[in-house]
């Protein structure tokens, strides 16, 4: 008599995080590595406030006070120069093959890509309170009470949250780890055509519509007041608005494309 084997069981879907948390620790784990990416980072948006505070500030704001006015931008110029890199390491691992292997094993979609977002923060977050802590050096001096501080960490934590998952969707449609350092070099443009670092009624009235329609002025001004106690007006709604909305794109596109294109590779 011939006997049949019975099938084999599929494999039970990894319940709660706990694919989550071993994909954070193997991104905290790459990051450890790649010290040079973390400490680049760091020094690019230091350097950056430096040049400007003493190079160009004497000439935007003869009275010194340019600092406080510029290191609002400079700290969304470091989580974007830290985010950035989400991009490379996702193409990477793309390019390397392991998304195919990570698409065999019953785990979300979603689990892969917060890993990388989720060590993008912490990392992120670390490097913001290195530039704060140089920008207090060079004469950044923020009138914002313990509410005040609450409020600036909990709104560059949301961007960080927010510009790091739409990094690491870029990082999965971009073609090669290169073609994902062009693309993000697009967005990191976007703060110079903001009010990080000149009002925006000092713009040509052309570019003056572009600067006020887009998301990171309102982030800025809504930092700006709750550090240095300019008025708020409207911006924290739309800068909360404007992170959520993005962030929401960004998941579900980043879902789907490792669904749709890891699964070609």
């Not at 934590?157 to 969707?169: D, K, N, P, S």
């Not at 976007?190 to 600067?211: D, G, I």
Request: aromatic share 10%; with cysteine; glycine share 10%.
């Amino acid at each position: 008599m011939t006997t049949i084997a019975p099938a084999p069981a599929l494999r039970p879907r990894i319940s709660g995080l706990t694919a989550e948390s071993v994909f954070v620790g193997r991104s905290l784990l790459h990051s450890l590595r790649d010290g040079e990416s973390l400490l680049m980072a760091i020094m690019l948006p230091v350097l950056l406030m430096v040049l400007f505070t003493y190079v160009f500030g004497g000439a935007i704001d003869p009275s010194g006070g340019y600092v406080n006015y510029v290191v609002p931008g400079i700290i969304l110029l470091c989580a974007g120069f830290g985010a950035a890199s989400t991009a490379v390491y996702v193409a990477n691992d793309m390019k390397a093959g392991i998304i195919d292997r990570f698409r065999t094993m019953p785990l979300r979609a979603s689990a892969v890509l917060t890993g990388h977002v989720v060590a993008s923060l912490l990392r992120n977050l670390l490097a913001t309170a290195v530039v704060i802590g140089v920008a207090l050096l060079v004469g950044f001096r923020p009138t914002a009470d313990v509410w005040g501080w609450i409020g600036a960490v909990g709104l560059i934590a949301l961007y960080i949250l927010t510009i790091t998952y739409l990094f690491a969707a870029i990082g999965l449609a971009a073609g090669s780890p290169e073609a994902a350092n062009g693309y993000g070099f697009i967005i990191l443009f976007l703060p110079y055509l903001s009010s990080a670092f000149v009002p925006v009624t000092t713009m040509p009235e052309w570019l003056q519509w572009v600067a006020e329609n887009q998301p990171v002025t309102p982030i800025i001004e809504a930092l700006r007041s709750l550090l240095m106690g300019t008025p708020m007006g409207d911006a924290g709604w739309w800068a909360i608005g404007w992170c959520l909305a993005i962030l929401a794109v960004s998941f579900v596109w980043g879902g789907w494309l490792f669904r749709r294109k890891a699964g070609r590779r």
